[in-house]
Each structure stands twice: as structure tokens, then as C-alpha cells.
């Protein structure tokens, strides 16, 4: 049997533990409301991105949009092997670093 004043601590930690359990999952949530909401605005009165011109990507600068690069781990190479873009991994377009892939500014 556990003694209860030892009852009434663990009673009071329970309590303390559950009321930060809320504060933080209510703060997480009106955080999140806010960003959603000058995310929101800011995309209204926001130009578009000049980089991408508001698309959020572009081809690939690296492989130029082939998906593959020409690499060699040897200075004067004998043979040359075509590898997956690790800019792009393949996709072909890669995230405007300008906006961030947003698409304005």
C-alpha cells in the first residue's frame, strides 16, 4: 500500500504535469493559427519571386534537367560514369532558394 502523503505528491505532479501538457498543446495551436493566418496574408499582398516567377522551382542547375550528371572520383578519368543529380535527386527541378519554394516574396 503507498502511504498517502506520498499518494497526495503523486496526485499534485499528475495535476502540475497535466496542466503543462495543456498549456503547451494550447500554445502550440494558436502558434500555429497565427502562422497559418500571416502566411496567409502576406501571400495576398506578396509579388511574386522574380527567380522562379512564382512557380516555387526550376530546373536543375546542376544536371540542367537530365537527372543524371557525368562523374568521374578520378582527376584525369579513363571512364565516366553517369550519376542520379544530388542536387535534384533526380527529380529535374530543384527548390528556388530565392523564395524557399513559396513562390513569392
Not at 506520498?6 to 503547451?24: P, S, W
Not at 500555429?32 to 501571400?43: M, P, Q
Amino acid at each position: 500500500m503507498i502511504p498517502k502523503p506520498l499518494q497526495t505528491v503523486g496526485k499534485a505532479a499528475a495535476v502540475i504535469f497535466a496542466g503543462f501538457l495543456t498549456l503547451n498543446l494550447a500554445s502550440t495551436a494558436t502558434i500555429g493559427a497565427i502562422r497559418v493566418a500571416v502566411e496567409s496574408k502576406r501571400k495576398k499582398t506578396a509579388l511574386p519571386c522574380g527567380v522562379c516567377k512564382g512557380k516555387g522551382f526550376y530546373i536543375c542547375k546542376l544536371c540542367q534537367g537530365n537527372a543524371t550528371i557525368q562523374w568521374s572520383p578520378l582527376y584525369d578519368p579513363v571512364a565516366i560514369n553517369p550519376c542520379l543529380c544530388p542536387t535534384c535527386d533526380g527529380n529535374r527541378v530543384q527548390r528556388c532558394l530565392n523564395c524557399l519554394g513559396k513562390g513569392y516574396n
